[in-house]
């Protein structure tokens, strides 16, 4: 019930913006999300953290059926993977209020009220676990974000928001079309229908080897363009420049996240020996993804595209943990969706407070800012630092952890000339990438110190460079200073601080003690990883081409886990809806 | 050949009283070593619970970070930055002394390890068999004795230096510099102190952020800006080797913490001493080549030196603390830390000492044709820590050990004195627009400092500390049989760096009295620092240039009709007067404590000590049947330790003999010497070693352009063809839509053409499917 509650209180809120008068349309978005941040806050204190791996705060079955007939439901429930997600949206969503309240002057109600739609189709996609549930929200993040990019939007938004829109459906629209065949054929065997992802996943996976090669190229497309991975990306960096500061926010601080989320919590358990099989093509399209993204990062001018595209080489890392299918990779891979969310989102806030200055992104007419705004300089060298991944602060152990987690991730270890006198390697894991793919994509590392110094380089120090109309001596030569900014001071206000300051918290205290975030994630996780590994190397064994529609052994009605198959842990939670 | 030996023979007859005093250690050192290799068989001891208050030590810098912090954020407008810095450093020296006195005393195990708190632990099994845990835990043991108490100490020295020193920018500038300042000694003591891998990682990227932000402490030039950039990039590619490295050894041993590490080597340095080389499996033998990427960036060894000089952009005091002293030597510290590992594969050593080498001279070569004396200094600085190299891979850790510790001390030294000139005197660092400034009023203490920095630096003999251990590291390259190669180069090293430096002292500091000042007026407040130099050199990418052209740029003498260099006042002088005393001082190190010195005293106790077992591992497997005794080299007949003492001596004797009859006797102008004359003899040669062989060029060439170009290819890519055919796709409904309603325009439109081919796609496959 209680996560019903989080999702309804967006939405209750955005009816009450559409119809009270727009003058109080930011304070009432602001209630919602703060009610949707306590809410949350109170969901990670009561949540258990002993058993992680749990689905809990289900919503009973009785009040959660929707079409019977077609086995949907409104199924939710949260593990701790889910719950780090939630609270990362949960403390996005006051934020980006407030990072709006100079940037937005017209159609107060239509922004704040879409803000607060998407803010619970995003809660939605993080807490379901019934497929056609998990697959609107999903979709509807698109519409509110659509128009938040068309209207509020820069000079050449309604071709980036097309193209967004446009990209990212179809994309969805194929992921689609996988989870409905793995849901007909469960119906074509079973005689009726579920979108039960629990049901779903263990059916799914005792589709041979084949199937769900097919099973996983559709839902990796799908993912695949949300994340955005190479060469899917081009949506973004439009998208991006062209958005408001908000809605870059949370672009990259969590609609993003929804590809990654798809990938770990429903690619991989829905086809794992194709995943397991297809982990070196996955991290191969990673790689190139961390140094092409990094790369064309190194060549930007617009300081906004810049951190756009340094999303994708980002997210190249993140996926790279995925496919390594260990507890280390997918562990930092959790850990990088909540610090890319972190930091990247505040480089966008950053970016954002400096454009309602000067109005202009461009770094031939930005310069030296140093001088002139040394808060903001403060915070803008921090959080590139968080970026660039540097120890003690955040982005360092989870961007360790996706390399180390593909390092570890070889059968080669302890044979041949990675060999051991005694034969044994006890830090790997079993696995198809190893050295070389974490040597590559470590390259990344250092690309990412070139073009993020090139930023700061340019952005912050050097001599003092203000677009055209803008004094260069500023406030000595003329007096003023400010005032002329949409009543904005030179260096940031108090607003501006205060919705900085919590990230750049998080960051510090993720870098310094992950400990217990790596701990609780450690379950779900080891589950995962466990079912992918252990399932992959079942199925791969398998003959490749199976007669059409024989189930295996043992996976009959009315047994559902299936006598051939270890249990999750999970199962024992989870709700059968279709019975 | 001849006349070197001749030479060597009258001052072995003229110095033999002297010579005595050291003779007995050396011959002997070899029977010793081989007793050391057998009494050190066993693995390196289980390390014992260190007591928590050690954490003060990088606790305290941290504490001084955020005060430092606090006074920016409150807008403090005095010295109290600077004060609250001395104050939180001191504390945290006189903790390091405390551990020390407490380890030597056997009062705290050594090793030790005291755990704070758990930083990452990643499990995958069941048990501890699978996981890797990085706990923010300190690994105590004499070789980190040593290291916090040069880096503490001269910390809290040159921040008592910078408070004098950095007082123009009192303000924001002044709470940057010291936050930063304090930073960088949190980092480097978690560099130090930390008990595994990943949290001597932290501490590397950290000094390297700090480093950064100090290079480029000036912001609003770009030199400095372009400078601290490409510190902390080159670093990064050392970096990575750390972390591949690291990762290797994770895999491999299963832990990143040194205790575990050492405990699963011992297998195999037990198989070494044995001779049973096969039994070390190759991936072990990679893990001490990709750390050592990482020490060779972090320490300025080729090919990852660049950065180094370019980073005499920051203010002096960090140039001395961070860019001479200390963060520099991290490199060292990494191998000597790890050694049992690096010892373990055959080629790992041999690299190291001839990059060591090879460094040291190209260093010194471009060290004698700059005329910018801080650079100079910079380049002496990469020279000297090639011979630390060149120590640790001759196997005498305790010798590398040694000169990193004399070194702290001389080269800050160095650096403040040459810093007290540049603050003096406006910016100027150009050796020929300065002249005779020992003997100007009220320079008398930087004179005799400089002085006692260069006759170190040069190694004169027998009454410097530069001279007893860099004699350690020659002495041990003549004498073992595979280094002597190594050994020439660092011989002719030394003479070159006696040379380049008195060419500075016999410049700058005696002769005619003379100067132009430069062009940074001190003593106006803010960030404004600087700023000058950024208008002069706006489109300069590199520093050096910027510098070297300084006296080109027609600053008149009228715009400075009216300098008085200031001469420095007390905290400049005092710290100065300590470094001096401290760098004499240092010598008495190498007579007591150990019949290597105080340094290799405690080297012999921590991980660093494999050396004589390295050696008579070495001699077991080169030198075939028999090899079990210590294979000696010697130096034409004589034991190379004590033939060393005499010929290094006479070496640096050699080295101030030429600069002061060249730069010396008879120079009457700052501008012009005698060596001016005998430039045409090296015809280009001269000119190559001032734009420093061109090496900066040829990587900007060979890779900073072909990554630039493939950048903007990767550009044009994106946006013509990865985004070019998702626009082709996007064409045919909008062409469709448009041919159908052709003024439709809007949201809706959009949609619904969306929404409708997703649906086509989807039915679509679904019949695909179920048929």
Known sequence: ?579 | MGFMMTLSTILATLASPIAALAQSEPVHAAQQEAGHAAAKMEAIAAPGVGPLWLLLIPVLPLVGFVLSALCAAFKVKSKLPAWLTVLCLGASFAVTLAMYLQISSGQIANPSVATGFEWIRVSWGLGDAHSIVANFGLYIDSLTCLWMLFVTGLATLIGLYASEYMAGDVGAGYCRFFAAFNLFVFSMSCLVMGDNLLLLYLGWEGVGLCSYLLIGYFYKKPSAVEAGKKAFIVNRIGDLGLALGLMLTAVHFGSIEYSVIFAKAQPYLTALSEGRLGDIPAVVQLIPVLLMIGAFGKSAQLPLYVWLPDAMEGPTPVSALIHAATMVTAGVYLIARTYPLFLLSETALPIVAWTGALTALLAATIGMAQFDIKRIMAYSTVSQLGYMFAGLGVLTSGGAAFHVFTHAFFKAMLFLSCGAVMHGFAGQLDLRKLSGVGSMPGWRVVGIAMLVGCLNLAGFPVITSGYWSKDMILGEAFANPHMVAIGWILLLTAGLTAYYTFRVYFRVFVGPKYFEPGDEVHGHGGGDHGSHGADAHGADAHGHKAHDEHGHEGHGHDAHAHFHPHAPGWAINTVLAILAIAAFAVIGLRFVGGHEGWVSGLIEHSSANYAGHAMYAAAASHAGAGGDEHAHATFFGYDAHTAMMYVSGVVGFIGIAVAFVLHFVGRTTAAKSRADALLPLVGPLAKWAQGKWYVDELYNAIIRVPLLVLAHLFHLIDKAIVDGIVDLFGWVPKFTGSSLRPSQSGVLHGYALSMAGGLAVLVLIVVMVMK
């Open chain 1, 1 to 579: 019930m209680m996560l019903a509650v989080l999702i309804l209180i967006p939405l209750a809120a955005a009816v009450m913006v559409a119809v009270a008068p727009a003058s109080r349309a930011r304070s009432i978005a602001m209630v919602g999300m703060l009610g949707v941040a306590v809410m949350a806050g109170y969901l990670l204190f009561s949540f258990d953290w002993e058993h992680t791996a749990a689905q809990q705060f289900a919503l009973d079955e009785e009040s959660s059926r929707l079409v019977p007939s077609l086995g949907v439901s409104l199924s939710m429930s949260v593990d701790s993977i889910s719950m780090m997600l939630v609270a990362l949206t949960a403390l996005l969503g006051p934020i980006c209020v407030a990072a709006s309240k100079t940037a937005i002057t017209e159609r107060l109600k239509t922004y704040y009220a879409w803000m607060l739609v998407l803010q619970s189709a995003m809660l939605g996609v993080f807490c379901a676990r019934d497929m056609i549930f998990f697959y609107t929200c999903f979709e509807f993040t698109l519409i509110p974000m659509y128009i938040m990019i068309s209207l509020w939007g820069s000079t050449n938004r309604k071709k980036a928001a097309a193209k967004f829109f446009l990209y990212t459906f179809t994309g969805s629209v194929i992921a689609l079309a996988g989870i409905v065949y793995v849901a007909w054929s469960y119906a074509d065997r079973h005689g009726m229908w579920t979108f039960d992802a629990d049901t779903l996943m263990r059916w799914s996976r005792s589709l041979p080897a084949a199937t769900q090669g097919w099973v996983l190229g559709a839902l990796l497309l799908g993912f695949a363009v949300k994340v955005p991975l190479f060469p899917f990306h081009t949506w973004l960096p439009l998208a991006h420049t062209e958005a408001p500061t908000a809605g870059s926010v949370i672009l990259a601080g969590v609609l993003l996240k929804l590809g990654t989320y798809g990938l770990v919590r429903f690619a991989m358990p829905f086809a794992p020996a194709a995943f397991v099989g297809h982990a070196p093509f996955i991290a191969a399209v990673c790689v190139v993804g961390i140094l092409y993204g990094g790369l064309i990062c190194w060549v930007q001018t617009d300081v906004k595209k810049l951190v756009a595209y340094s999303s994708v080489a980002h997210l190249g890392f993140c996926v790279l943990g995925l496919a390594s299918c260990n507890v280390m990779g997918v562990t930092g891979s959790i850990l990088y969706m909540i610090n890319h969310g972190l930091s990247t989102g505040a480089l966008f806030l950053l970016i954002g407070m400096v454009y309602e200055r000067y109005h202009t992104r461009s770094m031939k007419e930005l310069g030296g800012l140093a001088a002139k705004m040394p808060v903001w300089s403060t915070f803008m060298v921090f959080f590139a630092m968080a970026s660039v991944g540097l120890p003690g602060l955040n982005g360092f152990v989870s961007e360790f952890m996706c390399l180390f987690g593909a390092f570890q991730a070889s059968d080669q270890w302890g044979a041949g000339m990675w060999g051991t006198a005694a034969g044994q390697t006890p830090g790997a894991t079993p696995g198809h990438l190893g050295a070389w793919v974490a040597a590559i994509a470590g390259t990344g590392m250092v690309v990412a110190a070139m073009y993020l110094l090139y930023m700061v380089g340019k952005v912050v120090w050097g001599p003092l460079v203000e677009p055209a109309g803008h004094s260069s001596h500023g406030a000595d030569a003329h007096g003023h200073g400010s005032h002329e900014h949409g009543g904005l001071p030179r260096d940031l206000t108090g607003r501006e601080i205060g919705v900085l300051v919590p990230l750049a918290a998080l960051c510090i205290v993720l870098g310094v003690y992950p400990s217990p975030v790596i701990k609780a994630l450690k379950d779900p996780v080891a589950l995962t990883t466990d079912e992918v590994v252990n399932f992959g190397k079942a199925r791969m064994a398998m003959p490749l081409v199976p007669p059409a529609n024989v189930v295996p052994a043992g996976h009959q009605e009315g047994d559902p886990h299936g006598a051939g198959e270890p249990a999750p842990a999970h199962a024992v939670e989870s709700k059968e809806t279709a019975r």
